[in-house]
T-cell receptor, first 109, second 115 residues
């Protein structure tokens, strides 16, 4: 079965700084989802990447899919307190979502 | 707001008891998924229903069961509860699970605490 490993597991950055979260797959990545979870709340869909080399942006969040490296990266520019939470990458396998363990992001003022 | 609703938001019960979690999918979505999120296991897929029928099964215990009703809402039944069943239970919905990359939209979750 496909496994996803996220790095780092947790990240503390100062407000206004840029940051990157990585998601590496144990198998070929044909596509990937990024979700965000506020502590103890539901998952919010951020974006879906379907093609190698694809890059998508939403507000200050950019995600890229590198299928050769079997990896996706999520980059946040000029971080804000509203970016704090847990970021989860996921892939679809047998009609279910398999998630990485998550990256906990803390933004310090 | 994803459009997926879950009730109750919080549930506190005792070991050995039985509880029912309820989920209403987004309008127009035919498929419902149930996930369990615990500190040690992360987010794990439990079961999927599509238009009233079970479609896929994950790491769901025999003590747990689910169903999807004609109005497409779904219920997850947890029985003979154990301390280790304490977790966040999420429901998600999607339109057509036949598509490989159909986005799942998640509800706010039900936090279950078994004492």
């Amino acid at each position: 079965s496909q496994e996803l490993e996220q790095s780092p597991q947790s990240l503390i950055v100062q407000e206004g700084k840029n940051l990157t979260i990585n998601c590496t797959s144990s198998k070929t990545l044909y596509g990937l989802y990024w979700y965000k979870q506020k502590y103890g709340e539901g998952l919010i869909f951020l974006m879906m990447l379907q093609k190698g080399g694809e890059e998508k942006s939403h507000e200050k969040i950019t995600a890229k899919l590198d299928e050769k490296k079997q990896q996706s990266s999520l980059h946040i520019t000029a971080s804000q307190p509203s970016h704090a939470g847990i970021y989860l990458c996921g892939v679809v396998g047998a009609q279910k979502l398999v998630f990485g363990q998550g990256t906990r992001l803390t933004i310090n003022p | 707001d994803s459009g997926v609703t879950q009730t109750p938001k919080h549930l506190i019960t005792a070991t050995g008891q039985r509880v029912t979690l309820r989920c209403s999918p987004r309008s127009g979505d035919l498929s419902v998924y149930w996930y369990q999120q615990s500190l040690d296991q992360g987010l794990q897929f439990l079961i999927q229903y599509y238009n009233g029928e079970e479609r896929a099964k994950g790491n769901i215990l025999e003590r747990f069961s689910a169903q999807q009703f004609p109005d497409l809402h779904s219920e997850l039944n947890l029985s003979s509860l154990e301390l280790g069943d304490s977790a966040l239970y999420f429901c998600a919905s999607s339109r057509d699970p036949g598509l490989d990359w159909e986005t799942q939209y998640f509800g706010p979750g039900t936090r279950l605490l078994v004492l």
